[in-house]
């Protein structure tokens, strides 16, 4: 019987369960059997697998986060590691491993892919920021999850006549500010794509209040920056694909705003809150359709090749495409944004 592997790798998010539902409902209706490989790359190092069959993924569409767990472990930075994947690859004798993960994962499965593995990517990130792609699954349930929460301040903001600044994720992107920043009605938004400009974050507030509002919402992504300044870091270890841990700007920023316009201000951070919990619709259907498209390309041959999200079309793109530059928030659309500041 024909055998594939999946694994998923690099932060949770909803969305991975529909995924790994459709490779298996998929896989199985074209005669593969699925091997689970836990804790992503660290599982096809130290060879901890799980068969999955369709038992195994029954229930999971609804469910957050990964029945696989995950890891952010980088082969090619462990002394060994790589020729252990391809043991591993040789010895549950893998036709060929879907990848599912954010720009790390799939950069490790292209160099792996380069080395004569059969490797087909997935992509994944709450961020949205894989080029060569128009969504990735997770990000829709953030933006939703930062839509309910901005909705939740308002009331309290309005209540108590206070500036409340909302940190979100994104890394070095602004999309889930931007875009549950939208649908949350904020009336300011500042993306790592654009430095802040603390004076007139500070001058929009006073021209609102001025105008008889007693209450604004300022929504920061945690890869902002002040002009000339480094982003704000929680801690400055480096992960095994070099990334700082972000975090920290929002306080900052909440500071200065009272400091500089002596309204109350308060800080939510919303964390981790934005990666948990059940996937909306539009991320299960995006997963499943990623899920089942992927062993189609399987199928295909199409090594080297990631399945992606085209207008309204499952796509095949190369993996090299897809993690050679990030996909950062393009300055029309923080237009729309701005036309709602103050
Ligand atoms: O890439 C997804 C993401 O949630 C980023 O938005 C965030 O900066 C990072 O992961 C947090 O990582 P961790 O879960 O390791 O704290």
Known sequence: MKRLGILTGGGDCPGLNPVIRGVVRKAFLEGYEVMGIRNGWKGLVEGDVVPLDLRSVSGILPKGGTILSTSRTNPYKKEGAVQMVKDNFKKFELEALIAVGGEDTLGVAHKLVKEGINVVGVPKTIDNDLSETDYTFG????????M??????????ESHNRIMVVEVMGRHAG???VHGGIAGGADVILIPEIPIDIEEVCAIIKKRHAQGKNFSIVVVAEGAKFKEDEEVLQAEKLDD?????LGGIGQMLGELIEKKTKFETRVTVLGHIQRGGSPTAFDRVLGTRFGVKAVELVMQKKFGYMVSL????IEAVPIEKA????????????????????
Do not use: S
């Not at 050679?324 to 103050?342: S, W």
């Open 139 to 146: 990000f829709d349930t953030a933006v939703n999850i930062v």
């Open 175 to 177: 999309w889930i500010a």
């Open 323 to 342: 993690v050679g530059t990030l996909k950062t928030v393009d300055k029309d659309f923080y237009n729309i944004a701005q036309v709602f500041f103050g």
């Open 310 to 313: 085209k207008g309204n079309k």
């Open 148 to 157: 309910e929460c901005i909705d939740r301040l308002h009331t309290t903001a």
């Open 241 to 245: 694909f070099g990334h700082v841990r």
